[in-house]
């Protein structure tokens, strides 16, 4: 089990400027994470990754990155995340999209 306190900023977009604002998201204790799920979209060049938590009011969190190659995509979650690559690769599960080129 891993404590977690961390800040992200995450861009939205407000309804008056239209101009990209930032939230802060704290998590504070114990944040256990589950499956990781990434689905890869070649064609489009990006990849959607959902988290599931365990024991945790946050049921999932959900990442989208520039990213198509599973060493980069590892990393990447590693680094949002603040888990070892080692234990991400041992969750994650990999799909593509139907129309996606290998």
Same mark, same amino acid.
């Given at each position: 089990?891993?404590?977690?306190?961390?800040?992200?900023?995450?861009?939205?977009?407000?309804?008056?400027?239209?101009?990209?604002?930032?939230?802060?998201?704290?998590?504070?204790?114990?944040?256990?994470?589950?499956? %990781?799920?990434?689905? #890869?979209?070649?064609?489009? $060049?990006? @990849? =959607?990754? /959902? *988290?599931?938590?365990?024991?945790?009011?946050?049921?999932?969190?959900?990442?989208?990155?520039?990213?198509?190659?599973?060493?980069? %995509?590892?990393?990447? #979650?590693?680094?949002?995340? $603040?888990? @070892? =690559?080692? /234990? *991400?690769?041992?969750?994650?599960?990999?799909?593509?999209?139907?129309?996606?080129?290998?």
């Amino acid at each position: 089990m891993r404590s977690l306190y961390t800040e992200k900023y995450l861009p939205i977009e407000t309804q008056i400027s239209n101009q990209p604002a930032k939230i802060v998201l704290a998590v504070r204790g114990a944040l256990r994470f589950g499956r %990781i799920a990434v689905e #890869i979209d070649k064609n489009q $060049g990006f @990849s =959607r990754v /959902k *988290v599931k938590t365990i024991n945790s009011a946050l049921e999932e969190l959900e990442f989208k990155f520039f990213l198509t190659e599973h060493s980069q %995509i590892e990393a990447a #979650i590693s680094q949002e995340l $603040g888990l @070892s =690559r080692e /234990k *991400v690769r041992k969750v994650v599960q990999y799909s593509q999209t139907p129309n996606s080129q290998s």
